[in-house]
T-cell receptor, first 114, second 112 residues
Framework: AQSVAQPEDQVNVAEGNPLTVKCTYS??????LFWYVQYPNRGLQFLLK??????LVKGSYGFEAEFNKSQTSFHLKKPSALVSDSALYFC????????????FGAGTRLAVHP | GAGVSQSPSNKVTEKGKDVELRCDPI?????LYWYRQRLGQGLEFLIY????????KSGLPSDRFSAERTGESVSTLTIQRTQQEDSAVYLC??????????FGQGTRLTVV
């Protein structure tokens, strides 16, 4: 069965420092992988996706994610964190047979401190 | 519309009452999804509509939950005989085939 895991409930980063939010996956076949962000009192927003091709995927708001097949990971990264990046981040993978029938991880709360 | 619209944004209901939640997807999006997000938790898949195909209801937690969609437009999620454990934010999303999902702001349901 397809699944994703986000091992950290919360990540704390100082503004200006690089950030990483971790995600590991378990899928059969080639994975499709997504990151979404949920800002306070707002809906989920799509950040980026990996379908095929380059292992480094660039997305919205300066975020990027690195697909690592050997480690079955798809960690979200940003070179320099902003206070406004503070939000809840979800990694997701489709159920088998459904491109967008997504299974979400439990979420990681990112807190960026001034 | 410009985005996925959900109504109401908040709903407080008494235990045992029925509630109906509405979702207006983005025009042209053939796929529509409902998810539930309990406080402090991740998203739980409920149901998936794709065009005129039979919906995937595999995520519905009980027979008190049902959903309908008229063609490729509005969807309603109905919860009958609400229970306190139904309290959550109910999120709707829509997408084109093969595209990323766009989410609405959600309906916060509180069962008292």
């Amino acid at each position: 069965a397809q699944s994703v895991a986000q091992p950290e409930d919360q990540v704390n980063v100082a503004e200006g420092n690089p950030l990483t939010v971790k995600c590991t996956y378990s899928v059969s076949g080639n994975p499709y992988l997504f990151w979404y962000v949920q800002y306070p009192n707002r809906g989920l927003q799509f950040l980026l996706k990996y379908i095929t091709g380059d292992n480094l995927v660039k997305g919205s708001y300066g975020f990027e994610a690195e697909f690592n097949k050997s480690q079955t990971s798809f960690h979200l990264k940003k070179p320099s964190a902003l206070v406004s990046d503070s939000a809840l981040y979800f990694c997701a993978v489709p159920f088998s047979g459904g491109y967008n029938k997504l299974i979400f991880g439990a979420g990681t709360r990112l807190a960026v401190h001034p | 519309g410009a985005g996925v619209s959900q109504s109401p944004s908040n709903k407080v209901t008494e235990k045992g009452k029925d509630v109906e939640l509405r979702c207006d997807p983005i025009s042209g999006h053939t796929a529509l999804y409902w998810y539930r997000q309990r406080l402090g938790q991740g998203l739980e898949f409920l149901i998936y509509f794709q065009g005129n195909s039979a919906p995937d209801k595999s995520g519905l937690p009980s027979d008190r939950f049902s959903a309908e969609r008229t063609g490729e437009s509005v969807s309603t999620l109905t919860i009958q005989r609400t229970q306190q454990e139904d309290s959550a934010v109910y999120l709707c999303a829509s997408s084109r085939v093969g595209g990323e999902a766009f989410f609405g702001q959600g309906t916060r349901l509180t069962v008292v």
